[in-house]
Structures are given as structure tokens and as C-alpha cells.
């Protein structure tokens, strides 16, 4: 005890010198709170978009059709799935087709839907913006930047072509998800329309499962013990395109770099502490020939440097966990998403972006009071292990 | 007996009269023209660039077998027309693939035109048809895969002179202008096409007939298997 109130004491004694040693450790601990919380909830903007508007939680399709969604990799009989987790499933449709409106060809991806069962599964049929969620076959949903796109507008029909068959369909309404590949790319039409577009006698390509966050990747696990064979399921995280390289490769980079970030403070405060341990040098010369063993001495200046930095880390996770919480509450990063779902339109990103808030994260910042007491013990410490009293004693 | 005498020559022109739809189907047939080989030229018009192909094209009315010849950078290039089947040989490529349904309505060598308007029958299929001071005016079926809310067909003597596309809301969105018909072994040909996109000022296609000799084509024409070498 009397150790550590030496160690604080010598702490305050330097008030300016440790005033800028914390502020180096409060700005590494924003830094390493917010990129934490930013990585993560870009993460979990991902996970929530292709759950519940692009994919599916879990999706059972033929190992075919995962090779080459294409129709004729489709079902012809539905599969039965049990399991305890499952909350809703619905079969899916998905083909390539031509959509045709007097002014505009695009083509793009149609997902034949059964309307009831898509609004126990996905977010999408509440997020219609004009007019209705489909009801009955003839029916088209268009996400309203294709709408614009195509410029078609509620009650006009729309010709979806595939190469089976053509549909004239009349669009009931528009979807703005906030989620690119629904608004930009979205096509709902009901499954039979669907059928009939693949002109194949197949009932769906897939078949979407709904069950709950966190658990998609075990529940495809275990289906996949149970399925008939032939057929596969996939957790969301295995459903997304490139931008889970993306995403990884952010968490690649980012991390490491927090680490280094880390590491610079630590030698930031570690430095200071050893000019600190040279200038004193004579004090605690004097301190040992008193009887202080110097491993103790060592110690004290290991803990001064964690007081230091552990100053800097109370003020940082202050005031880190409070920029993560105003980012995690407010939409503040929704104009730069907007503008990255306006470039990348069919990556899966969404428009809104909130940081994740974690307690975790406190712990990762910590860090780098462990590492500047270790950097001391090392450094001023093994400076003072090595200390000769009498040397310093005479004044020499 | 007299009152029927009297109203016998008019129920006679009622019973030949034509219907709507019937004036339709004989004008398309009429806008096939008789089997022949011919010089096509076509020129894509817009507001940055003029393109002309000179096109080779062999035809017994109802398929067709068309060539680029000019410019050399698109020469080569062939296409098959058998009812719904497309066939498109593209020499850089070297293979001759064949196009789904969906794309007859591609746009054809990037000009206004489509597949779908050089081969296709959506007029009769997709449309019912009535006619109004003359003008034949064809509204969709219901569900009928057609982008357009209402087509006009305008006849001159039996022949098709311009048909006019409007979209759902009312507004032409395309014009085709047929001129220059042709009598040739008792049936018609139009020797210039016409096509403008109403909603792009500046956005023309001309089709015209440079060359034509009518007779029989080769059967071999019509054979996938002679696009790439020619018939």
C-alpha cells in the first residue's frame, strides 16, 4: 500500500509532465473504443441487412444451386426442417431476368415470394414505402430507385422476361428498405408468377429460415446433419458476397493498427517515466542505501507508469464509451453510408451505421496500462535494478 | 321478301367486312414482303454520332438471315431469325450463340430497333385491337408482357404507314414510319423504315433498302450452321 501511494505521490508530483502522458493514453483509448465499436456495428449493419432484407437468416438450398444459382438447380419437392430454434421459413424463387418498361431495359435479380410467409421471415414487406406488399400473382414490388430507374410508377405494369417466359406484371409497390440491394435492385413477384417465369417444374430455389440473432451459423451447422442429401444450408455470414471480404479485411487491418497504436503510447509513457527515473536517479540511490530493495523500487516505478496511463485510461474510457454511445444512439454516419450505397448499390450496405457498445472494449483499451507497466518494469526498472547507491550517494 | 332483297347486299358487306384484328394480321403479313436477298442499309443516328451498317439479308418472309457488311470493324457479324428462336454469330467471338426469348428485346446493333420489332408478332399476340376513325388502336391484354399502355397502327390502303407506341400514361414514346412500299410478285414491301424514340430528341433509326432480288433463298440461310461461314 505504501508503495502505491509513493508511486501516486511521485505521479503528482509531475502534474504537467502527467497531465500530457494521460492525454497521449485518453486519445489512444477514443481510438481504440471507437474503431472497436465502429468495426463492430459496420459488422452487425451487415449481418441485420443480409438477415433480414437481402438473404435470410440461414438459407437450404441443392449444393447445386450454391455452385450456380440458376433454376434448374431448384427444388422440386420442399424440404421438411425441424429444429427448436427455427421461428418462420418460406420458399424463395430467385432468377435472372429482363425487366422492360417503355422507356428502360435493366436486368436483374426477380425473388419469387410467397407474400404471407415473407412477412414472417423479412423486414422487407414492412418497409414498403408506396402503395402495398404483394397479395396475389400478376403482381410486381419494385425498391423505388429501380422504380425511378425504370420509371414505372404504382399501377403500371411492368414486363419481367426470363428466358422461359414473359410476365406483364402491374407494380402494387415501392420498397425504400435503406438497405441497397432492396432499394436499388429489389424485384418481389409472387412464387407461382415466379414458377412460371423459370418454366421449370421446380417449387423454389431455396428455402429462407428465420431464426434468432447470433444463433445462424449453429442452427445451419445442425441442420446440415439432418438434411437430405444433396441439400446444404448456409448461416447469413456464408450468404454474403465480397463485402464480408470487405469486412474482414477492415478488422485485418484495423486491428493490428490498434495494437501499434497501443504500443506508441505505451513508449510514449514508458519514455517519459525513464527521463523521469534518469533525472531522480540520486533520490533513488538514496532510497536503496536506506534499504529498498531495488526490485521494489522497480516496482514502484512500474506502477507509476500504470498510474499514469491508467490517469489517462479512466478520462479516455469516459470519454470513449460516451462518443460511442451518441454514435450508437444517432445516426451520424448515415450520410457517408448513403453516399457508400450510392456507389457500391448492390454490395449490401445500409444506409444507417450505429457503432456497437460494448464493455469489452474497455478491457481491450486497458491494455495499454498492462503494457506500459511492463514497458517500465523493463526499461527505468531494470535502469534501477542495475543502480549503484554509493556511486550516486558520493555524488558522482 | 322485297325488305329482304333490300337489305341483302348490306348484310353481304357486313359478312365480308374485315374486323380490326383481322386488318392488323394481313397488314403484318404484308410487311414481310416476298422471299428475297437484298442490301440493307442502316444508319443510328444520335446526338453525338452517326453509324451506318450496310447489312446483307436473306429472307422468305417469315425467317431471316442478316449480315453486317460495313462498317469492317462490325462486319461479320450474323443473325438468324426462326420465329422465336435467335441466333447471333459474333466473329471476334467466333461461336454463334443463341439468344434467350429475353433478348429479342435487345436493341439491334445499338440502333432503336429491337429484335423483337425485326421478328417478332407482339402486335396480334399481345394486344386487342379496335378500330377508331381509321386507326387501328391496340390496348394490352391483361397481363400481356408488353411495356406499352397503347399502340396505334395507321393503315393506307391496307398497308401499315406508321405505328405509334405510347407508354401507360399517355405520351407516345416511339414512332415507326413505314414509306416507299414496293409491289413486288403480289406482295409489299416497305423500302424505308423509320424509327424515332420520342423521349430522346436526336435518337433516329433508318432502315433502307439499297438492293433487293426477289426469289427463293436457300434453305441453307435458315441453318444455324451457316452463320458463321454465310449461305
Redesign the interface.
Known amino acids: 500500500m505504501s508503495l502505491l501511494k509513493l508511486a501516486w505521490r511521485n505521479v503528482l508530483r509531475q502534474k504537467r509532465r502527467t497531465a500530457l502522458l494521460s492525454l497521449v493514453v485518453v486519445y489512444v483509448t477514443v481510438a481504440v473504443l471507437f474503431l472497436y465499436g465502429l468495426l463492430d456495428g459496420y459488422g452487425e449493419s451487415l449481418v441485420e441487412a443480409y438477415a433480414q432484407y437481402v438473404q435470410a437468416p440461414v438459407v437450404v438450398a441443392k449444393a447445386g444451386w450454391w455452385q450456380d444459382p440458376d433454376p434448374e438447380h431448384g427444388l422440386e419437392v420442399l424440404p421438411t426442417l425441424a429444429h427448436p430454434l427455427i421461428q418462420a421459413q418460406s420458399p424463395r424463387l430467385s432468377l435472372y431476368a429482363l425487366l422492360r418498361s417503355p422507356y428502360r431495359v435493366q436486368g436483374g435479380v426477380v425473388q419469387g415470394v410467397d407474400p404471407e410467409g415473407e412477412r414472417a421471415l423479412s423486414r422487407v414487406p414492412f418497409k414498403v414505402k408506396e402503395g402495398r406488399w404483394l397479395s396475389r400473382s400478376g403482381e410486381v414490388v419494385l425498391g423505388y430507385r429501380l422504380a425511378q430507374r425504370l420509371d414505372v410508377r404504382l399501377g403500371e405494369r411492368l414486363v419481367v422476361e426470363t428466358g422461359q417466359g414473359a410476365l406483364g406484371l402491374e407494380v402494387v409497390g415501392l420498397v425504400q428498405a435503406g438497405v441497397g440491394n432492396v432499394d436499388f435492385a429489389g424485384v418481389y413477384v409472387h412464387l407461382e408468377d415466379a414458377r412460371r417465369l423459370s418454366g421449370r417444374g421446380i417449387l423454389a430455389t431455396h428455402v429462407a429460415v428465420k431464426v434468432p440473432r447470433g444463433q445462424e451459423a449453429s442452427v445451419a451447422q445442425e441442420l446440415n446433419q439432418n438434411l437430405p442429401l444433396g441439400l446444404r444450408a448456409k448461416g447469413v455470414w456464408d450468404l454474403m458476397g465480397p463485402i464480408r471480404a470487405d469486412y474482414e479485411g477492415s478488422r485485418l487491418v484495423y486491428l493490428p493498427l490498434m495494437g501499434l497504436f497501443m504500443l506508441l503510447a505505451a513508449v510514449a509513457v514508458v519514455s517519459t517515466v525513464y527521463v523521469s527515473v534518469r533525472e531522480r536517479l540520486r533520490e533513488f540511490a538514496v532510497v536503496e542505501s536506506l534499504g529498498f530493495a531495488p526490485a521494489r523500487l522497480a516496482a514502484q516505478v512500474a506502477l507509476e507508469a500504470a498510474l499514469a496511463s491508467g490517469v489517462g485510461l479512466v478520462a479516455g474510457l469516459v470519454l470513449g464509451y460516451g462518443l460511442l454511445w451518441y454514435t450508437s444512439t444517432h445516426d451520424v454516419f448515415g450520410p457517408l453510408m448513403r453516399l457508400s450505397v450510392e456507389l457500391l448499390p448492390e454490395a449490401g450496405l445500409s444506409e444507417h451505421l450505429y457503432t456497437a457498445f460494448r464493455p469489452v472494449y474497455g478491457l481491450y483499451a486497458s491494455l495499454v496500462v498492462a503494457l506500459s507497466a511492463l514497458l517500465a518494469l523493463l526499461f527505468p526498472g531494470r535502469l534501477l535494478l542495475g543502480l549503484e547507491p554509493s556511486h550516486y550517494v558520493k555524488g558522482e | 321478301m322485297k325488305g329482304m332483297l333490300f337489305y341483302l347486299p348490306v348484310l353481304l358487306a357486313l359478312a365480308s367486312a374485315q374486323t380490326p384484328l383481322e386488318k392488323l394480321r394481313i397488314a403484318l403479313d404484308r410487311l414481310r414482303g416476298p422471299a428475297h436477298q437484298g442490301v440493307y442499309e442502316l444508319q443510328v443516328e444520335r446526338l453525338e454520332f452517326v453509324r451506318t451498317y450496310r447489312l446483307r439479308v436473306y429472307t422468305d418472309g417469315k425467317r431471316t438471315h442478316l449480315r453486317v457488311l460495313e462498317p469492317g470493324n462490325e462486319a461479320g457479324q450474323a443473325f438468324l431469325f426462326l420465329g422465336e428462336d435467335l441466333y447471333l454469330y459474333d466473329p471476334r467471338l467466333g461461336r454463334t450463340l443463341r439468344l ?3 433478348g429479342r ?2 436493341r439491334f446493333l445499338g440502333s432503336d430497333l429491337t429484335f423483337q420489332d425485326l421478328m417478332g408478332r407482339d402486335l396480334e399476340e ?1 394486344f386487342q385491337v379496335a378500330e377508331t376513325q381509321g386507326i387501328l388502336v391496340l390496348t ?1 391484354k391483361p ?7 397503347k399502340v396505334e397502327v395507321h393503315l393506307k390502303e391496307g398497308l401499315i404507314e406508321r405505328i405509334l ?1 405510347y ?3 399517355g405520351q407516345a ?2 414512332e415507326l414510319r413505314l414509306a416507299g412500299y414496293q409491289g413486288l410478285n403480289g406482295a409489299y414491301l416497305p423500302r424505308e423504315m423509320e424509327l424515332r424514340d420520342l ?1 430522346r430528341p436526336g435518337h433516329r433509326t433508318l432502315l433502307r433498302i439499297a438492293e433487293i432480288q426477289v426469289g427463293a433463298v436457300p434453305e441453307r440461310c435458315f441453318n444455324p450452321l451457316y452463320l458463321e461461314r454465310g449461305c
Do not use: I, L, S
Open positions: 434467350p426469348p429475353a428485346g435487345e399481345f394490352p397481363a400481356a408482357p408488353t411495356p406499352y399502355g407506341y407508354d401507360q400514361r414514346v416511339r423521349k
